[in-house]
């Protein structure tokens, strides 16, 4: 039987193999994690999202689907408005249950009759924002270069000027990778060893500079498991 997570970019599928990983490193269970693959939404819609279900509805039988998973951004939305639009998505090609909550399977049917179960997870910190809002808030390496970009931000807004709190956390992670990282000898291939736009790099040989300890990280944790 295969597990599907459905995810909205490369990066986000890059965390997100990790921490499964990490998963099967540190707890014990009678089974690993294992997830098949990554839907990539490559940015989020509400049609790129049906499609991308109606995609899966099709094989489910053929490739023997038990379990999917949709993780999205909570952005600026509360959990219930999110919840919501997920739902709305969810019913224009299943016949199923309404998600109350997030870390919770609900029965869904296609209409061969094929049956799967579905859960979601919106990727936050402290309740809003992004991946990059979350990689913020488990860095473990001092970061002098990322953290005086608040007054950079605040001279920016001075100037009657504004920057949106996702654009800014971008801007945040990746000077930490860059500057605050970075070896020596890694500077030399900054673009390929330093960024976001070579986040599996990172993710593959860095990972101890984000906390996989971190509270933060909890719910997430806990999502996963409900595919053991």
Not at 165 to 189: E, G, I, M
Request: hydrophobic share 35%; glycine share 4%; with cysteine.
């Amino acid at each position: 039987m295969s597990n599907i997570v459905i995810v909205e970019s490369k990066n986000d599928a890059i965390f997100m193999q990790a921490m499964v990983e990490k998963l099967n490193c540190d707890i014990q269970v009678e089974k690993p994690i294992y997830i098949d693959n990554y839907e990539r939404l490559e940015g989020l819609s509400a049609t790129k999202l049906i499609t991308t279900l109606k995609a899966l509805e099709a094989d489910l039988q053929k490739r023997d689907i038990e379990k999917i998973g949709i993780i999205i951004d909570i952005d600026n939305y509360s959990e219930p408005d999110r919840l919501e639009w997920v739902n709305k998505c969810i019913q224009q090609v299943f016949k199923s249950e309404t998600l109350s909550s997030t870390k919770q399977f609900i029965d869904i049917c296609g209409d061969n009759g094929t049956k799967a179960k579905l859960a979601c997870y919106f990727t936050n910190f402290e309740g809003k924002g992004e991946l990059e809002t979350l990689l913020k808030g488990i860095k473990t390496q001092e970061s002098p270069h990322a953290d005086c970009l608040d007054s950079w931000k605040t001279c920016i807004e001075s100037k009657g000027k504004k920057i949106k709190q996702k654009d800014f956390d971008k801007f945040w992670v990746n000077t930490y990778l860059r500057f605050d990282t970075c070896s020596k000898q890694d500077q030399k291939q900054a673009g390929r060893k330093c960024s976001m736009y070579e986040f599996d790099y990172v993710m593959e040989h860095k990972k101890d500079i984000w906390d996989w300890d971190n509270p933060a990280l909890n719910d997430l944790k806990e999502f996963f498991k409900l595919f053991c």
